[in-house]
């Protein structure tokens, strides 16, 4: 039985599809699936080959077009529409199920920030999925990726600190505070995380603004405090932050 669809154009008589390569039962099976020489051509070039698989990836609503990025991805058929009902895009899709994830619904979290959108319609998914394919373009292991974007870090904002292996949570507060990458990894090798930094300045009575500038110029918290009593300005710490920027970490 031959599946006929609107937009495809009658099947080309069995002759012709021989002269394009298509053996007989070939040439069968993709006219009673509905498609045209043209069609199947094009699903074989970007490697589906048989007329059921062409079939499926239709179903799951790729094109010879699209079906690439799945392929590419390693995904079936079956894998697309699961993450298609999961509420994710083509590409973000791609990128979890390349980081070994499996579909699953999205956090009640997103699900309350992105009501009323239609499924993996969001902006932020196409933001989300540009930033975890840079993120493994600079090498970046999956897992890290996956998490400095959930962690809400967007386009390349995130490698330097992720190359460095800071968690994205803590890698997001000693950013707020002012801090850059390499300052932090400093302060992590001391044996301090981020948030025992923030309260250490902030019970020691030093602007937060002022933090990063003290803390790379390689003060504590007390120190900062007691020279700020002593009319010691941030400035002065400003030049000391300069001069230890330009150390190796």
């Known amino acids: 039985m031959t599946t ?12 012709e599809w021989r002269r394009r390569g298509f053996t007989i039962a070939e040439a069968r099976r993709w006219i009673d699936d509905g498609f045209s020489i043209g069609n199947a051509e094009r699903w074989r070039g970007s490697g589906v080959y048989t007329a059921a698989d062409a079939r499926s990836w239709r179903t799951a609503g790729a094109t010879p077009y699209t079906v690439d990025l799945w392929l590419r991805a390693g995904m079936t058929p079956r894998d697309a529409v699961r993450w298609r009902e999961m509420g994710y895009s083509p590409e973000e899709a791609a990128d979890r199920h ?8 999205r956090g009640l979290l997103w699900r309350l920030l992105h009501r009323g959108e239609p499924p993996g319609g969001a902006f932020a998914d196409e933001e989300r999925s540009h ?22 870090w967007t386009g390349a904002a995130g490698v330097e600190w992720a190359e460095r292996d800071i968690e994205a949570g803590q890698a997001q507060v000693f950013e707020a505070l002012g801090l850059s990458a390499r300052e932090a990894g400093r302060v992590l090798a001391s044996g301090q995380d981020a948030i025992s ?10 602007p937060i603004d002022e933090v990063a500038d003290w803390r790379a110029a390689g003060f504590t918290g007390e120190e900062a405090a007691r020279l700020r009593a002593e009319g010691t300005g941030v400035e002065q710490a400003k030049v000391l932050r300069a001069l230890t920027d330009g150390d190796e970490p």
Not at 4 to 15: F, G, K, R
Not at 131 to 152: D, F, K, Q
Request: aromatic share 8%.
């Open 4 to 15: 006929a669809y609107a937009d495809e154009p009658s099947p080309e008589p069995l002759h």
């Open 98 to 105: 390349l980081a070994g994830e499996r579909p699953h619904p």
């Open 131 to 152: 930033s975890m394919r840079e993120l493994l373009r600079a090498g970046i292991p999956a897992g890290r990726a996956r998490a400095y974007v959930e962690a809400g």
């Open 197 to 206: 930094l923030m309260t250490e300045f902030w019970r020691a009575g030093v």
